[in-house]
């Protein structure tokens, strides 16, 4: 599992500072170098889809690295093993 946390540190894609909810919009929108507006326009014409974008956007939620590259799925597997 530590591998699969690795290859995603390795994306270089943050999920951002500039936060509403959990910052995937302002991540994507830092890795592609363009205005946050933007992406976060675009999830929003994405979320018309029945189901797809609230996946999605959990799913990078849970799969991201913050700005400490601390990765919150990595955490809650740590801490369900045992491990601090």
Not at 28 to 45: H, M
Request: net charge positive; with cysteine.
């Amino acid at each position: 599992m530590e591998k699969f946390f690795s290859i995603v540190r390795g994306l270089g894609l943050k999920r951002g500072p500039q936060r509403w909810l959990g910052g995937v919009c302002g991540g994507i929108a830092a890795k592609l170098n363009v205005d946050v507006a933007y992406v976060r326009i675009a999830f929003l014409l994405f979320a018309l889809l029945p189901g797809p974008a609230f996946v999605f956007y959990l799913a990078a939620w849970l799969l991201l690295p913050d700005q400490r590259t601390a990765i919150i799925a990595e955490s809650l597997l740590a801490r369900r093993a045992g491990r601090p």
